[in-house]
């Protein structure tokens, strides 16, 4: 029988849910084209629901967010933005975008919203290449006495390039807990303009705004980059914007991470980046919970250079995913949103101090957000062995480099934990005391394994105790068991 007559024919009618019949209808017709696909899927959603997902990076969207993905609106090409398409029959794709950028007005109080980047990292290229063109290439189009690009000479159009890949930017390290497309060498962010990192302080490895001041009047940047993906701290954007103005820079905040807690009202006045800067990027689906996907938030000013993310960066957008950024930003628009957001805040304070009665440093000392950063060297492992040993007991974090990580980035000295899908689950404080204690056994029984060639302790193999695992396996299902995901698609 398939998935669905089954269900139905075991509920009554009042039983029934709408979204587990759509989910388990599709599951159904996948299978009929591509088993292993639907397998794959009803395979991650027990494995989703049988390890505590504690990275800091990820959640768990809403079904209503899910099924405006999976739709016919994958099938439509949309170039160009609302009412302003290189495509016939938009209309509703234009509905579309526009709900997801109103949503996105309203919820972050801004000027102007752009939903179209399919990630975070795209959403950074289109706002770097809009503050390029917004500053340096219109006004020497100007100089020339011309209207557009166009217009120009080769020779005319080879200058402006020049100066163009010649700007400056300023973003936090990868060392420090920066991003990659802040300016990492290894990234396209340092290779179209001149990248300089500035790092958090040595000691408390927390932001020293002065010493970033006097960096920025050094270096004179067109761009600064305020913003993370592995530091548990807020960030002052009065600050920050000082330190722009006091260069002419323009200030750039990228808020991916904490974007959650920004809607939800939990970081206000000099921590909430809109009233301060000039461009906001984000991705849609860590703290947030919509679809994976990015978009860009700017002042008017920079409107049309964002707007104008496809040709500059961007091909078609995809209007699916558009659809369920809409029902998300809709979503997080409420009072629920903004009392789940305190409660990442809170769970992720409550399971911060049970590490740190326990003796494990966190790095920074503590967290502000919604992640910490654990520091193994009590424990003698590298993050690659922690986190390998953890996934074997049903707990999913992922590996990050401390500041200064002595390890470098592949093995890690540390592990990045997040709270925000396990407080979508409704999670609380006991539960954070309990996985606290969990992690604080799995690592505390874990040793670094031999490398048979040299017989040196390993950096990736890890052994830990089999009867330690089997007890946080179970310690683990006893507390999922009161937090089922998705309880309503009987799988
Ligand atoms: N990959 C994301 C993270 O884990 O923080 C950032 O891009």
């Given at each position: 029988m398939s998935r669905l007559k089954k269900y139905l024919s075991s509920k009554t009618s009042n039983q029934q849910n709408s979204a587990a019949i759509a989910y388990l209808a599709a599951l159904d017709h996948i299978e009929t084209v591509s088993p292993t696909i639907s397998s794959s899927i009803i395979q991650e959603l027990q494995d989703e629901r049988s390890h505590l997902k504690l990275i800091a990076s990820e959640n768990f969207s809403s079904l209503a967010v899910q099924l405006a993905m999976g739709n016919l609106l994958t099938d439509k090409y949309a170039e160009g933005y609302a009412h302003h398409r290189f495509y016939a029959g938009c209309d509703n794709i234009d509905s579309i975008e526009e709900t997801a950028s109103q949503e996105l007005i309203q919820l972050f109080g801004c000027e102007h919203a752009y939903v179209q980047p399919h990630s975070g990292a795209d959403a950074n290229l289109?706002?770097?290449?809009?503050?390029?063109i917004h500053k340096i290439q219109n006004p020497e189009i100007e100089k020339f006495g011309k209207k557009t690009l166009d217009e120009l000479t080769p020779e005319e159009y080879e200058k402006i390039r020049q100066l163009l890949v010649n700007q400056k930017l300023m973003g936090m390290s990868l060392n420090s807990?920066?991003?990659?497309?802040?300016?990492?060498?290894?990234?396209?962010?340092?290779?179209?303009?001149?990248?300089?990192?500035?790092?958090?302080?040595?000691?408390?490895?927390?932001?020293d705004y002065s010493v970033l001041a006097k960096q920025v009047q050094q270096e004179r940047p067109t761009i600064l980059i305020a913003g993370y993906s592995a530091h548990p701290r807020r960030l002052n954007f009065a600050k920050m914007r000082e330190i722009a103005d006091s260069v002419g820079a323009t200030l750039m905040v990228d808020m991916a991470h904490f974007a959650g807690l920004v809607a939800g009202k939990v970081f206000q006045g000099e921590f909430d980046p809109i009233p301060y800067a000039d461009i906001v990027t984000s991705t849609t689906h860590k703290t947030l919970r919509g679809p994976r996907g990015g978009f860009v938030l700017c002042k008017q000013s920079f409107s049309e250079a964002i707007n104008k993310g496809c040709?500059?960066?961007l091909g078609g957008p995809l209007p699916n995913v558009m659809a369920a950024k809409a029902v998300a930003f809709k979503e997080a628009n409420s009072l629920n949103f903004k009392q789940y957001s305190q409660k990442i805040v809170d769970n992720a304070q409550s399971l911060a101090n049970c590490f740190l009665q326990n003796d494990i440093r966190l790095v920074t000392g503590g967290t502000e957000n919604h992640l910490m950063i654990l520091d193994?060297?009590?424990?003698?492992?590298?993050g690659r062995q922690a986190e390998t040993a953890l996934r074997e007991a049903h707990i999913t974090v992922n590996r990050n480099a401390i500041p200064n990580d002595l390890q470098g980035p592949w093995y890690t000295s540390g592990i990045r934990l997040g709270t925000a899908a396990l407080t979508t689950l409704g999670m609380g404080k006991d539960e954070m005391n309990e996985i606290a204690s969990v992690i604080f056994s799995v690592l505390s029984n874990s040793k670094p394994g031999i490398v048979q060639k040299t017989g040196q302790p390993s950096k990736a193999s890890v052994i830990t105790d089999s009867t330690i695992i089997n007890e946080a396996k179970a310690r683990v299902k006893n507390l999922l068991i009161h937090f089922p995901l998705y309880p309503e698609i009987e799988i």
């Open positions: 289109v706002a770097l290449w809009a503050i390029l807990g920066g991003h990659l497309t802040h300016g990492y060498r290894h990234n396209i962010s340092s290779k179209m303009m001149r990248s300089v990192l500035y790092d958090v302080d040595p000691k408390t490895e927390i932001l040709p500059s960066v193994l060297s009590k424990f003698g492992l590298t």
